[in-house]
């Protein structure tokens, strides 16, 4: 008897190991020419892995505080052994984790996974992706450099145009009426207690659900395999799937090292609050399509402050994507076709107005 | 009908007390307002006579509350023009220009006076103006030479800090060229017409416009205000010390203020000019047509080759600040934190500038031990770019070996995976 067999019969004995990994190897993923879109939550999970192991690295050098944090990084960066491929790791990871996150969004709801019974994985999804853009916004500040102190400012000046709750939540966000040392502290908290805290659970509920109510297949193959049993195609999801999982990984792994040693994440210049605004600045790219239209939207439309009004409508927007799955038929054979065109709508836009957000000066 | 009557009556009470209020509150505040009617002519009158309403309150003197009494005299109460502007209420009419210092000295030399609207204003103005070209030339019989009103305006008049006053830093060079560069009206003084537009070309105007440095020299700077003269040949350089202190040292100690002494040459000046001078170079060192060295030298003399060295000694290290800035450039390029070098860089620059400033001891032990100085941190900030550069060559080549490693780990997985479903 092997070691490790050893190893599996101890833990069975004790925890019933076998009875925990059962529905794990009877769970299957269905095989069609578009299954290759189910990894992108495996990868974009696997990046999240990688924020945890390369966020706790780098909490071991990072010092929040105004006066500490710009040199702590730039500490991490000069003199700790692999500190700048961490922190690059980190950044790009995050970068990249926020773009699987969103290519998945819109792969289920291209793929109308979002159907009935998976109305609530939907919707802890979408809670995922707007905590991710938290986790994007909180830990854009913590080297406390220029850009990240004005994109900031402009940020929570945003949140801030919200009526009635505004003005309190920015000062909640800011610690104060300003960005200052108050802020970065409090940013670090949400950054590394707060969001992993509550993004932990909603990925275990994710997976959960994900779990118990299986994989779904696009409506149309999903009325060919009821009609036609013998012409449903699955993989075993272990060890087959997650083997092709891990290629992914691997993959995504390769691309970030890449990217963090031909292009390290730069580190600026430190945050001073007393010298004028750079010349347009800009939020980072998973927040410039609102930054975009607000940009836009005129001071005042008929006798609403323009600001507000988009700010509203974006929260208007961001509740009804939530709410998506519950304007669908659960038929199969019913599904909305305006939905997917709506979802085709929003990429487009969303995409176009990054682009034109980056080339506009 | 009677019973609406009753219940309108305390309103009517209301607004008759509050009728009653207003009115008494606008005597009370129209009490002790002096009536001023020169305006109420005048500012229907065409120019020279005419001056608005709109343009007299700019007038720091009348935001002062002073009048047009206050000068010209008169009684300004009067509506009879012929009352308010009769020689027994005081009328002094146009005021001569001869006697326009004197006017205005006679509250602006009055520390007492004075001190009531703003403590710190000089009153030293009029002794000044008498020791000026302008003010002695005025008492000559001169009355083309400029008076008080000629730089500072009249019936509009701004403090000098307001960026629209005509003595503003900004606006000085301007005020003096409307007589300084006009050939015609200056004909009869045989002095040249040329300096505003040299200054135009200087790096003090562009400074001083361009920048916004509001410290920069302009006219009065060097040549005084109120006391407008030329420097003086001997002086030159006290005026340009002002600002340049660390250069007027050096030249203090060097061998040419005795020889521009002895020579009567206008020190600073012989080198960089005056009026057009402009940002110096090292080719000012040069045998070239930039070069100054070589007007008073002789090709192949001791100083010549003095001059030679120094030139070598800047250019060396100009040259090693410059290949420390290319390979930190490539460096930050490359995504290399390379900030405390590029920070250290500034240093090395300050050596350079310290450097420059030393030629004007003509020493060349005084200039080597900046130029050493700067070359030493030159060369740790390129040790720095270079180590950067062998570092972004270790990690690309780490990530050579990565990519291989999760190739070879990618193919394993995939021939795995093939042979577990064949």
């Given at each position: 008897m092997s070691p490790l067999r050893d190893v599996r019969n101890w833990l069975d004995q004790r925890l019933g190991w076998q009875d925990l990994i059962a529905p794990l190897r009877k769970k299957t993923v269905p095989l069609h020419r578009l299954s290759y879109w189910y990894f992108l939550g495996g990868i974009t999970l696997f990046l999240f892995g990688i924020q945890v192991v390369t966020g706790i690295l780098l909490l071991l050098y990072y010092r929040p505080g105004a006066s500490e944090a710009f040199e702590s990084v730039q500490y991490i960066m000069t003199?700790?052994?692999?500190g700048w491929l961490i922190r690059s790791i980190h950044s790009w990871s995050a970068n990249l984790m926020i773009f699987t996150a969103f290519a998945h969004m819109f792969s289920v709801l291209f793929l109308k996974a979002y159907r009935k019974p998976r109305e609530l994985t939907w919707v802890s999804g979408v809670i995922l992706l707007f905590l991710v853009m938290g986790f994007g916004f909180s830990g854009y500040l913590l080297p406390w450099n220029t850009l990240a102190f004005f994109a900031t400012k402009v940020g929570t000046e945003i949140t801030g145009q919200v009526p009635i709750v505004g003005k309190p939540m920015m000062i909640f966000l800011r610690g104060g009426e300003e960005v200052t040392g108050a802020t970065l502290s409090r940013f670090f908290g949400f950054h590394v207690a707060v969001l992993p805290g509550v993004a932990t659970l909603l990925i275990l509920l994710h997976l959960l659900l994900v779990q118990r109510l299986g994989i779904s297949v696009p409506p149309k193959l999903e009325r060919q395999w009821t009609a036609n049993p013998s012409a449903k195609r699955e993989m075993k999801f272990f060890p087959n799937f997650m083997l092709r999982e891990m290629m992914a990984w691997y993959v995504a792994l390769g691309v970030l090292g890449a990217l963090a040693a031909v292009f390290p994440w730069n580190l600026g210049v430190k945050a001073d609050p007393f010298v004028p605004a750079p010349a347009g600045i800009k939020p980072e790219w998973y927040f410039l399509f609102m930054f975009q239209t607000l940009k836009l939207i005129p001071s005042k439309v008929w006798f609403i402050d323009g600001d507000v009004l988009g700010v509203l409508a974006f929260g208007l927007l961001g509740l009804l994507w939530l709410l998506l799955p519950f304007f669908e038929s659960d038929q199969p054979s019913r599904t909305k076709g305006w939905i997917t065109r709506l979802g085709v709508f929003a990429l487009a836009y969303m995409a176009g107005m990054s682009v034109y957000g980056y080339l506009a000066k | 009908m009677a019973i609406l009557r009753n219940k309108l009556r305390p309103f009517s009470i209301a607004c008759f007390v509050g009728l009653a209020g207003f009115v008494a509150l606008a005597a009370c505040l129209g009490y002790g307002q002096t009536k001023d009617t020169c305006l109420d002519c005048h500012s229907a009158?065409?120019?020279?006579l005419g001056v608005s309403q709109e343009k007299f309150s700019q007038d720091i003197h009348a935001q002062m509350g002073?009048?047009?009494?206050?000068?010209?005299?008169?009684?300004?109460?009067?509506?009879d023009p012929d009352k308010a502007m009769s020689r027994k209420a005081g009328w002094k009419g146009k005021i001569d220009r001869k006697r326009i210092p004197e006017l205005c000295g006679s509250c602006h030399s009055d520390p007492a006076y004075i001190r009531r609207f703003n403590?710190?204003?000089?009153?030293?103005q009029l002794g000044q103006y008498h020791t000026s070209v302008h003010g002695k030339r005025l008492v000559a019989g001169d009355t083309k030479v400029a008076v008080c009103t000629d730089c500072?305006?009249?019936?509009?008049l701004r403090a000098p800090s307001d960026p629209r006053s005509t003595v503003n830093p900004v606006n000085v060079a301007n005020t003096c060229a409307r007589c300084h560069a006009d050939a015609s009206y200056m004909k009869e003084y045989s002095i040249p017409t040329d300096q505003f537009a040299k200054y135009s070309t200087s790096v003090h105007h562009q400074a001083l416009t361009v920048r916004g440095d509001l410290s920069a020299p302009t006219c009065t700077t060097c040549h005084g205000n109120h006391g407008a003269a030329p420097p003086g040949v001997d002086r030159v350089e006290n005026v340009c010390s002002n600002c340049h202190t660390f250069q007027a040292q050096m030249y203090e100690k060097s061998s040419h203020k005795e020889a521009f002494q002895s020579a009567s040459l206008p020190g600073c000046v012989v080198c960089h000019s005056n009026h057009a001078i402009v940002h110096p170079t090292d080719a000012k060192l040069g045998a070239g047509p930039e070069g100054v060295c070589m007007r008073c030298h002789t090709p192949g003399d001791s100083c010549d080759q003095a001059r030679v060295a120094l030139l070598i000694s800047l250019g060396r290290l100009d040259e090693a600040i410059k290949s420390a800035d290319q390979v930190l450039h490539v460096a930050e390029s490359s995504g290399m934190e390379v900030s405390e070098a590029r920070l250290g860089q500034d240093q090395a620059r300050d050596s350079l500038t310290k450097a420059r400033v030393t030629i004007h001891s003509f020493r060349q032990d005084l200039v080597d031990q900046d130029i050493q100085a700067g070359l030493k941190i030159a060369a740790q900030n390129l040790r720095a770019g270079k180590a950067a550069m062998v570092e972004r060559n270790h990690r690309r080549l780490g990530l050579g070996i990565s990519l291989i490693a999760v190739g070879i780990v990618l193919a394993g997985l995939w021939l795995y995976i093939k042979k577990i479903e064949s």
């Open positions: 003199q700790v052994q692999f | 009158l065409p120019d020279p002073l009048t047009c009494a206050s000068c010209h005299g008169g009684d300004p109460t009067s509506d403590p710190s204003l000089r009153t030293d500072h305006s009249v019936h509009d």
